[in-house]
């Protein structure tokens, strides 16, 4: 079986301070045998991520893979050899086809735009993401029903303990992404995210980004749920 997880970010984000090593403690402590880390807009820290593990000579693979913000919104490029530049839609599609990579639909109804258009060229959509809502996370299982396509289910960790929220496990039946297309996933861990950890990952963002506009906003909506005693609860 694989056990593992798809789509988190590590440090190599702009929203997050998840560090290479702390993530393969993470997989070590949990059996996991396989990790798609898929960083926003770069593909550094997968690769990071493969070459310590190889040097160490752990048995967890490694797929190389990213979270790239398209036109349309994010899409994952997985199983690619180098970055993808180009962003228009159509061009982005055929490059990660070109690698002989898949496309996943992270999200799809949180910053999307042409979701149909999305949802008829990935090779497999997201159904649970554990820094969505309820509804919206519904609406992605009725959006794979209604292009029959492959699903799966993704923690979006920024932070250590947002890992947990989605090790899923399937069956080998082929290499990695043949298996991925083909077996039933099955969530080990279906956990939901607190709110102050998506804001803990904005307040990373202005941090990084250098944008006061943003920290000062995330203050004042982290103070307004506070006293609303939001902070503290699950997506």
């Not at 979270?67 to 199983?79: M, P, Q, S, V």
């Amino acid at each position: 079986m694989y056990k593992g997880l798809i789509h988190f970010h590590s440090c190599y984000s702009y929203d997050s301070i998840l560090n290479i090593e702390e993530i393969v403690v993470f997989a070590v402590k949990n059996k996991l045998n396989f990790l798609v880390l898929t960083d926003h807009d770069n593909i550094e820290g997968s690769i990071k991520l493969k070459q310590y593990i190889e040097k160490n000579s752990m048995d967890i693979e490694v797929l190389v893979a990213a979270e790239y913000n398209t036109e349309y919104g994010d899409i994952i490029a997985l199983g690619i050899k180098y970055e993808i530049i180009n962003m228009k839609f159509n061009f982005f599609v055929d490059e990660v086809k070109k690698q002989n990579g898949i496309l996943l639909f992270p999200h799809p109804y949180k910053g999307h735009k042409n979701i149909d258009v999305i949802a008829k060229e990935v090779d497999m959509i997201e159904i649970f993401n554990a820094r969505t809502d309820d509804m919206n996370n519904q609406k992605a299982v009725d959006l794979a029903q209604k292009y029959n396509k492959p699903f799966y289910y993704a923690t979006d960790a920024h932070n250590y303990k947002s890992l947990q929220n989605g090790i899923i496990e399937f069956k080998k039946q082929g290499n990695f992404i043949e298996s991925l297309l083909k077996s039933k996933i099955i969530i080990k861990s279906k956990n939901k995210s607190y709110l102050w950890e998506t804001y803990l990952s904005q307040y990373i963002k202005s941090f990084k980004e250098k944008n006061i506009k943003l920290f000062i906003l995330l203050i004042v909506r982290s103070i307004k749920n506070t006293l609303l005693l939001k902070i503290f609860r699950k997506i």
